[in-house]
Nanobody, 121 residues
Framework: QVQLVESGGGLVQPGGSLRLSCVAS????????MGWYRQAPGKERELVAG???????NYAGSVKGRFTISRDNAKNTVYLQMNSLKPEDTAVYYC???????????????WGQGTQVTVSS
C-alpha cells in the first residue's frame, strides 16, 4: 500500500506565502518524478511544477519565479514553496508521484487527496 499525504494548505492574503508538503509512504522501492498539480473550480487539473529524482525542475509559466519545488529523497517528500500568491492561485493542490513499489518492476502514478489553497483578502 502506498499513500501520498499533503499538508500546508490554507487561507492566505494576496502577496502572502504558503509551503506545501507531501510525504509518500508505504512499500516504496524508488520514486522517479514528483510533482504538484492544481484544480480550480470549473477548470481542468493542471501541472504546477515537477521535479526529478536528480533535482531537475519544470514549472508552469503562471508560477515561474514565484513558486519553488524541492524534494528530500531520503524522506520521500516533495515541497512547494509558494510566494507572492495571487487570487488566481486558489485551487485544490494535488501531489503526484511516479513510483515503483517494492517487489514490482514498473512505475505507476499515485495521487494525494489534495489540499485547499485559498488566496483572498
Amino acid at each position: 500500500q502506498v499513500q501520498l499525504v499533503e499538508s500546508g494548505g490554507g487561507l492566505v492574503q494576496p502577496g502572502g506565502s504558503l509551503r506545501l508538503s507531501c510525504v509518500a509512504s508505504g512499500s516504496i522501492f524508488s520514486i522517479n518524478v514528483m510533482g504538484w498539480y492544481r484544480q480550480a473550480p470549473g477548470k481542468e487539473r493542471e501541472l504546477v511544477a515537477g521535479i526529478t529524482s536528480g533535482g531537475s525542475t519544470n514549472y508552469a509559466g503562471s508560477v515561474k519565479g514565484r513558486f519553488t519545488i524541492s524534494r528530500d529523497n531520503a524522506k520521500n517528500t516533495v515541497y512547494l514553496q509558494m510566494n507572492s500568491l495571487k487570487p488566481e492561485d486558489t485551487a485544490v493542490y494535488y501531489c503526484n508521484a511516479d513510483l515503483r513499489r517494492s517487489g514490482t518492476y514498473y512505475y505507476h502514478e499515485y495521487w494525494g487527496q489534495g489540499t485547499q489553497v485559498t488566496v483572498s483578502s
